[in-house]
Protein backbone atom coordinates (compact mmCIF):
# COMPACT_ATOMS: atom_id res chain seq x y z
CA UNK A 1 0.00 0.00 0.00
CA UNK A 2 1.62 3.47 -0.83
CA UNK A 3 1.02 6.31 1.08
CA UNK A 4 1.53 9.49 -0.15
CA UNK A 5 1.49 13.10 1.73
CA UNK A 6 1.77 16.43 0.75
CA UNK A 7 2.99 19.23 2.18
CA UNK A 8 3.94 22.78 1.53
CA UNK A 9 0.58 24.98 1.05
CA UNK A 10 -0.53 27.92 2.26
CA UNK A 11 -1.86 31.81 1.49
CA UNK A 12 0.28 33.82 -1.09
CA UNK A 13 -0.50 36.95 -2.54
CA UNK A 14 -1.16 37.39 -6.61
CA UNK A 15 3.01 36.68 -8.29
CA UNK A 16 4.22 34.66 -5.24
CA UNK A 17 5.70 31.01 -5.37
CA UNK A 18 5.30 28.03 -3.33
CA UNK A 19 6.91 24.65 -3.75
CA UNK A 20 4.30 21.48 -2.59
CA UNK A 21 6.17 18.32 -1.93
CA UNK A 22 4.75 15.00 -2.05
CA UNK A 23 6.34 12.43 0.39
CA UNK A 24 5.84 9.14 -0.97
CA UNK A 25 6.08 5.08 0.84
CA UNK A 26 4.92 2.15 1.58
CA UNK A 27 5.28 0.38 -1.71
CA UNK A 28 7.17 0.47 -5.37
CA UNK A 29 6.10 3.19 -7.31
CA UNK A 30 8.94 3.09 -9.22
CA UNK A 31 7.43 2.56 -12.35
CA UNK A 32 4.60 4.38 -11.29
CA UNK A 33 3.15 8.12 -12.95
CA UNK A 34 3.39 10.84 -10.29
CA UNK A 35 0.70 13.53 -10.93
CA UNK A 36 -0.30 16.28 -9.19
CA UNK A 37 -3.49 17.51 -9.15
CA UNK A 38 -6.36 20.27 -7.93
CA UNK A 39 -9.69 20.56 -6.93
CA UNK A 40 -11.77 23.44 -6.46
CA UNK A 41 -15.74 24.02 -6.15
CA UNK A 42 -15.22 26.23 -9.22
CA UNK A 43 -13.62 23.91 -11.12
CA UNK A 44 -13.61 20.65 -10.33
CA UNK A 45 -11.09 18.33 -10.43
CA UNK A 46 -7.46 19.23 -13.00
CA UNK A 47 -4.68 17.05 -13.43
CA UNK A 48 -1.90 19.71 -13.24
CA UNK A 49 1.42 17.60 -14.40
CA UNK A 50 2.89 14.60 -13.55
CA UNK A 51 5.91 12.86 -14.34
CA UNK A 52 7.46 9.32 -14.56
CA UNK A 53 9.49 7.91 -11.97
CA UNK A 54 11.73 6.27 -14.27
CA UNK A 55 12.40 8.94 -16.95
CA UNK A 56 11.22 12.08 -15.27
CA UNK A 57 9.53 12.47 -18.70
CA UNK A 58 6.44 15.60 -17.69
CA UNK A 59 3.59 16.87 -19.11
CA UNK A 60 1.50 20.03 -17.84
CA UNK A 61 -1.87 21.51 -17.93
CA UNK A 62 -1.99 24.54 -20.09
CA UNK A 63 -3.35 26.34 -17.57
CA UNK A 64 -0.01 26.24 -16.13
CA UNK A 65 2.65 25.57 -18.36
CA UNK A 66 5.76 27.81 -18.02
CA UNK A 67 4.85 28.84 -15.07
CA UNK A 68 4.40 25.45 -12.68
CA UNK A 69 7.62 22.90 -12.72
CA UNK A 70 7.56 19.50 -11.09
CA UNK A 71 10.02 17.18 -10.13
CA UNK A 72 11.07 14.22 -8.47
CA UNK A 73 13.83 12.61 -5.87
CA UNK A 74 14.29 9.14 -6.47
CA UNK A 75 16.47 8.83 -3.67
CA UNK A 76 14.52 10.88 -0.89
CA UNK A 77 10.75 8.92 -2.61
CA UNK A 78 9.95 13.38 -3.38
CA UNK A 79 7.65 14.71 -5.90
CA UNK A 80 7.81 18.46 -5.61
CA UNK A 81 5.91 21.07 -7.47
CA UNK A 82 7.68 24.89 -8.02
CA UNK A 83 4.26 27.26 -8.67
CA UNK A 84 5.50 30.47 -9.88
CA UNK A 85 3.49 33.45 -10.38
CA UNK A 86 0.62 32.19 -8.82
CA UNK A 87 -2.49 33.71 -9.48
CA UNK A 88 -6.25 33.82 -7.83
CA UNK A 89 -7.31 31.05 -10.57
CA UNK A 90 -4.71 28.48 -8.75
CA UNK A 91 -6.73 28.65 -5.51
CA UNK A 92 -7.34 24.96 -5.06
CA UNK A 93 -6.69 21.75 -2.82
CA UNK A 94 -3.66 19.79 -4.64
CA UNK A 95 -2.75 16.61 -3.78
CA UNK A 96 -0.59 14.28 -5.29
CA UNK A 97 -1.44 10.90 -6.83
CA UNK A 98 -0.01 7.58 -8.38
CA UNK A 99 -0.57 5.05 -10.52
CA UNK A 100 1.00 2.16 -12.82
CA UNK A 101 -1.27 3.28 -15.90
CA UNK A 102 -1.43 6.63 -16.88
CA UNK A 103 -5.06 6.88 -18.28
CA UNK A 104 -6.21 5.55 -15.06
CA UNK A 105 -4.24 8.52 -13.86
CA UNK A 106 -5.67 11.12 -15.93
CA UNK A 107 -9.24 9.50 -15.53
CA UNK A 108 -9.93 8.22 -12.33
CA UNK A 109 -7.06 10.47 -10.44
CA UNK A 110 -4.80 7.93 -9.89
CA UNK A 111 -4.59 4.44 -7.77
CA UNK A 112 -3.39 6.13 -4.44
CA UNK A 113 -3.82 9.75 -3.35
CA UNK A 114 -3.00 11.85 -0.50
CA UNK A 115 -5.12 14.37 1.77
CA UNK A 116 -3.67 17.26 -0.06
CA UNK A 117 -2.86 20.49 0.97
CA UNK A 118 -4.49 23.92 0.50
CA UNK A 119 -3.27 26.70 -1.97
CA UNK A 120 -4.83 29.74 -1.59
CA UNK A 121 -3.65 32.88 -3.62
CA UNK A 122 -5.14 36.39 -2.95
CA UNK A 123 -5.25 39.41 -5.62
Known amino acids: QVQLVESGGGLVQAGESLTLSCAASGGNISNYFMGWFRQSPAKGRELVSFITWSSGWTNYADSVKGRFTISRDNAKNMVYLQMNNLKPEDTALYYC????????????????WGQGTQVTVSS
Open 97 to 112: AADSVLGHLKSAGGEY
